[in-house]
């Protein structure tokens, strides 16, 4: 059984940082791409980053480009979500996914491995 765990979410003010990481419990980690969204009450969840199971693509939405930053430590079976100058409107809980591999990856059908979620929250 596959499990995903998120950490790292919590209150910060606008311009702040946060650092999410998400432990996969997935023995093939290493050659499993990943990805992390986000979700708001009543709205989509939105696509926010990929990675590559190498790490050599990398792929963000237009709304976080240049201030968040993916990456992953497969020794540590760890994929990370580098926030930086937060806006409110990155207020949302956060998934970790894994396990794209066609399609696009930014539509969240394409995962098969989802985490439960952690709340970031950035006041204004």
């Known amino acids: 059984q596959v499990q995903l765990v998120e950490s790292g979410g919590g209150l910060v003010q606008a311009g702040g940082s946060l650092r999410l990481s998400c432990v996969a419990s997935?023995?093939?980690?290493?050659?499993?791409?990943m990805g992390w969204f986000r979700q708001t009450p009543g709205k989509e969840r939105e696509f926010v980053a990929a990675?590559?199971?190498?790490?050599?693509?990398?792929y963000y939405a237009d709304s976080v480009k240049g201030r968040f930053t993916i990456s992953r430590d497969n020794a540590k079976k760890t994929v990370y979500l580098q926030m930086n100058s937060l806006k409110p409107e990155d207020t949302a809980v956060y998934y970790c996914?894994?396990?794209?591999?066609?399609?696009?990856?930014?539509?969240?059908?394409?995962?098969?491995?989802w985490g439960q979620g952690t709340q970031v929250t950035v006041s204004s």
């Open positions: 996914a894994g396990g794209w591999s066609g399609g696009s990856y930014s539509s969240q059908g394409v995962y098969d491995y």
């Open positions: 997935v023995r093939t980690f290493s050659t499993t791409n």
């Open positions: 990675i590559t199971w190498g790490g050599l693509r990398i």
